[in-house]
């Protein structure tokens, strides 16, 4: 039995990072600042800091600037917005993140309006989900991104005309992510939890990308021999004391073409698009 070929996230990440590094080296040489992300939180958050603080140190790696706002608990939604505004009209600033979760006192989609379209790096507003959905967007969210730019790897014959169902329905991965695959001329189909018979739907899709953040939710016996399968899940597992995504892998792996492991499969490309991101709001 052949088995599929893994799709290897940490080379794809490499490479983008390599694509941002000559980017912000040819801004800089004209005279323009180094990009510079803010992430601000409120309260903190141990975990959420920790992944902050990776995301920083690869910034610098590759030459941007990268800080971390923390604004406490007891932030009211006057102090959140005189924050942001600030952020909002500082040149120095090119994008601005949103560290969720935010304190329940705090509407999380009034603070996302607060991010300017030409500072969300991380297209979450609803500006940008406009512009994703018209395909006039110059970025798009992180992890949908990430996801399609692992399929067009997996896929050198091109994505137009497959048949791909996208399975789940999220403001940041699902729904932008069926829109970036019809712009590619895709044939898309989005299932979600209320869908009816959805083994028999994969079984007849050419690419299968899961983002329902339930571990092992498709098996197998659900996917087509030949299928290109995609897994956004990050799921952790108490019994392996690991992360496992959407995807039963191993049953997976001995149906499908190419598949992406967890971890090591879209998780780094995301981290990598955040970057690609802050280029692509720099070079506006």
Not at 26 to 45: K, M, N, Y
Not at 122 to 143: F, I, K, M, Y
Not at 252 to 261: G, H, K, L, S, Y
């Amino acid at each position: 039995m052949t088995m599929a070929r893994l799709i290897d996230g940490k080379e794809i990440a490499a490479n983008i990072r390599t694509e941002v590094a000559a980017g912000i080296q040819d801004l800089t040489a004209s005279g323009r600042p180094a990009p510079l992300i803010v992430a601000v939180e409120v309260g903190h958050d141990e975990a959420s800091a920790s992944y902050t603080r990776n995301q920083g140190k690869t910034a610098r790696k590759l030459g941007l600037e990268h800080r971390l706002d923390t604004l406490p608990a007891t932030c009211t939604m006057a102090d959140f917005e005189a924050h942001l505004t600030a952020l909002a009209v500082d040149p120095a600033v090119t994008g601005i993140m949103i560290q969720m979760p935010l304190p329940d006192h705090l509407d999380a989609n009034a603070c996302r309006r607060l991010i300017p379209i030409g500072k969300d790096v991380e297209a979450v507003t609803e500006t940008a989900a406009g512009q994703v959905l018209q395909n006039s967007h110059r970025v798009a969210p992180c992890t949908a991104m990430a996801a399609l730019r692992c399929l067009q790897e997996a896929a050198p014959g091109g994505i137009a005309g497959l048949d791909v169902v996208v399975v789940g329905r999220s403001a940041i991965v699902g729904r932008p992510l069926a829109m970036l695959l019809l712009h590619a001329n895709a044939t898309v189909t989005v299932c979600h939890t209320r869908t009816r018979d959805l083994a028999e739907k994969l079984r007849r899709a050419d690419v299968v990308i899961a983002a329902v953040g339930r571990a092992g939710v498709i098996g197998g016996d659900m996917i087509k021999e030949g299928a290109i399968c995609i897994d956004v899940g990050t799921n952790w597992d108490e019994a392996s004391g690991g992360l496992v995504g959407d995807m039963r892998f191993a049953e997976v792996e001995a149906r499908a073409a190419a598949i992406t492991p967890v971890p090591g499969g879209v998780g780094p490309v995301t981290v990598a698009m955040l970057m690609a991101n802050a280029l692509r709001l720099a070079q506006a």
